[in-house]
């Protein structure tokens, strides 16, 4: 293993004290504060936002508020509780905010004043809340929480307090999901409650739908939004019934805050997804992002402006071909801003609703999240080489600057490598774009070895962005030179080329990565092309299994997290059926060719490069008996192996000490298999 030189103070040219840098590790990722969820106050003079870091103690993250001006003076840290604090939302006056902890024990809703005093208890409710809405008028608060449909919070918590006391343990199920993403169902709905912030009684304006909200397991706050007069709320949910594990059948629906009418569809003609409701400054519009093609969770996500309330739909710019992660509107209710992936970038638009002209605010970079007021736009954004801080620029695209720094003093002691984005000639001599991040300790006279990277989704990408858990930084730190492909089936280069990937898992792809890898090596003579790792997860440990029969003298080690071995069974044991179904067009039983003819376990008789396996036993989307099916054929087949298993985790490794044991045992693998000979 790298040996990193340990940090010591030495005198500066002026007597000062500066810290010795050092490469980027794994330690270091787990101790950047993590920006989100910016929210620019209603004069557009402030903004609050949270900061995540780990405690390492518990083995966790928690959240605290904190508050900047606009112009990037007066920063502070508003809440400083050892439980979480999150989701905060600005009161119409401008003067408080709410938002959500769990310092009681119970997740509850908080108010506090930003010119100083202690958080009030707003909600006393006896189970948790979640996924915080405030109305225009400051009158009432929306939120989340797990209820038995039918049942109120006070007769859920009852019950779950009889089940705690029954002896067996056994639970039944009739109908799909009885298990989603890390957690098995217990019989709960996520709905969607109402109550007015001055007290009263929550109202469950989903009380008799057998369906959640917001949508399990990421979706948030953004999927619900007041009506303009604060007397109803506008939600996106999935109200499919026993279709729900293979329906993307999401709607949105309206409902009176009391609760007094069943919620109406207003999105009932699609029957694909339907998402994230704004409301334009003027009350007059509903903008919300809809697909079009039923079953397809990476199809275009398209914008629709409808005037309100009973107006017809129309698609702004149609023609720009590139899929929003989320939408809100400028100040002025001119243009829909969104954050749409773009050639390996994340970035902010703004998108005029009369001519349907697209403009570009950011160049460069990974945009999260945004909100705006008055003339200000705020953002967070985060490079390959710099952690998400918060950004603001003008409404017309001017005057783009950070207004935080909060990472800067970890980021002054820490070496990190040069990212580069090439393009190549790939399958059928189409453009395709990658990513390659040099060692921290670049020297071109030296040659390196190589850290290649395969992203999941497989509709997903390895953009310029600082990556919480597969950060290319860690392994540029231990001396890699990391390469990363956006092959075909990646976002952010257009909707034909992410569906290409269709039923050709093993073809396109395959095909891609392989020039990629050459091209790298032809366009970098630093590259040691004999000392080459690939690493792949969820897809791209797929795409590991795949490459270790198929490309079985490409690589000195492989490293597959939660990667599928087969995938014909492994449509019966995942839960999101849409995706297989979709993909592989239809199931099973119907379309057996398209699961068998890219099937990495056909192929094991052609394995020979030793691989590590990492896998969590709370791994639901790609069950863990696949990575434990893996490990048996490479042992059988008397390959290296090795098997890291969490049985805390799910599809991604997520706690701070997991993070760094994962991390280590990866480098450990690949510093054994990609050594210089002696």
């Not at 790298?2 to 794994?26: D, K, S, Y």
């Not at 310092?103 to 004043?113: E, K, L, M």
């Not at 003093?409 to 984005?421: A, C, K, N, V, W």
Request: aromatic residues 10%; hydrophobic residues 40%; proline residues 6%.
């Amino acid at each position: 293993m790298r040996i990193l030189p340990f940090c010591i103070l030495i005198l500066g040219p002026v007597g000062a004290c500066q810290a010795e840098t050092h490469p980027f590790t794994v330690q270091d990722l787990v101790a950047v504060e993590r920006l989100g969820n910016p929210q620019v106050s209603p004069d557009g003079q402030s903004v609050v936002f949270t900061t995540t870091k780990a405690d390492l103690e518990a083995n966790r993250f928690r959240s605290d508020l904190m508050l900047v001006g606009t112009d990037g003076k007066g920063l502070l840290r508003l809440t400083t509780h050892p439980e979480d604090d999150g989701n905060p939302r600005w009161l119409p006056n401008g003067r408080e905010l709410v938002f959500l902890s769990s310092r009681t024990g119970v997740s509850q809703v908080w108010r506090i004043r930003i010119d100083g005093g202690e958080a009030e208890q707003v909600t006393n409710l006896p189970i948790d809340a979640g996924n915080l809405v405030v109305s225009p008028n400051g009158t009432h608060i929306a939120f989340s929480a797990d209820v038995f449909v039918g049942m109120t919070l006070e007769q859920t918590k009852a019950k779950l307090d009889e089940i705690a006391k029954h002896k067996s343990s056994g639970k039944i199920y009739d109908q799909l999901l009885f298990r989603h993403w890390n957690a098995w169902s217990d019989g709960r709905r996520s709905h969607l409650f109402v109550i007015p912030i001055a007290g009263g009684k929550p109202v469950d304006v989903m009380a008799k739908m057998d369906a959640d909200w917001p949508a399990k397991p990421f979706g948030g706050p953004d999927q619900a939004v007041f009506t303009p007069d604060s007397r109803g709320i506008v939600f996106s949910t999935r109200h499919v019934g026993v279709s729900e594990a293979w329906s993307t059948d999401f709607d949105l629906y309206v409902a009176p805050v009391d609760g007094s009418v069943v919620p109406q569809c207003l999105t009932e003609s699609n029957t694909a997804i339907d998402a994230s409701p704004v409301f334009s400054p003027d009350a007059k519009q509903l903008a919300y992002l809809a697909m079009s093609r039923p079953g397809y969770e990476a199809d275009r996500l398209r914008i629709l402006v409808r005037d309100w309330p009973n107006g017809s739909d129309r698609v702004v710019a149609e023609s720009w071909d590139r899929s929003p992660s989320s939408i809100f509107w400028s100040p002025d209710g001119k243009e829909i801003l969104a954050i749409a992936e773009d050639t390996g970038r994340q970035l902010l638009f703004a998108i005029d609703i009369q001519s349907d002209q697209v403009r570009t605010l950011t160049q460069d970079g990974w945009v999260h999240e945004g909100s705006a007021a008055k003339d200000s736009i705020a953002f967070t954004r985060s490079t390959l080489r710099s952690p998400a801080e918060l950004f603001v620029v003008s409404v017309e695209g001017r005057n783009r600057h950070p207004i935080t720094a909060v990472n800067q003093s970890l980021l002054d002691t820490i070496q990190m490598g040069q990212p580069e984005q090439f393009s190549f000639a790939g399958w059928n001599n189409e453009t395709v774009h990658a990513w390659i991040v040099k060692p921290a300790d670049f020297d071109p006279g030296q040659r390196y070895p190589i850290s290649f990277w395969i992203h999941g989704g497989p509709q997903g990408s390895f953009g310029d962005s600082f990556h919480y858990r597969w950060n290319p930084q860690i392994h540029a730190g231990a001396g890699f030179a990391v390469v990363m492909v956006d092959f075909h089936g990646s976002t952010g280069y257009g909707q034909p080329f992410c569906d290409s990937i269709r039923d050709d898992w093993g073809g396109k792809p395959l095909e891609d990565l392989r020039k990629g890898l050459a091209a790298a090596i032809q366009r970098y003579p630093w590259l040691d092309s004999n000392r080459a790792a690939a690493l792949g997860a969820s897809y791209g440990g797929y795409m590991v299994n795949w490459i270790a029969g198929n490309w079985p003298d490409g690589f000195k080690c492989l490293v597959c997290h939660a990667g599928s071995l087969d995938e014909k069974f492994g449509y019966f044991d995942t839960e999101e059926l849409w995706f297989p179904e979709w993909d592989h067009k239809g199931t099973p039983w119907e379309n057996l060719q398209s699961y068998e003819k890219h099937n990495p376990v056909n192929y094991i008789q052609y394995w020979r490069t030793p691989m590590l396996i990492t896998h969590g036993a709370r791994d639901y989307r790609v069950v863990d008996t696949q990575g434990l099916s893996t490990f048996t054929a490479l042992q059988r087949r008397g390959i290296p192996s090795k098997l890291l298993h969490f049985p805390d985790e799910g599809h991604w490794i997520a706690k701070p000490h997991n993070m760094i044991q994962w991390q280590e045992t990866v480098l450990d693998w690949l510093n054994q298999w990609t050594a210089e000979s002696k």
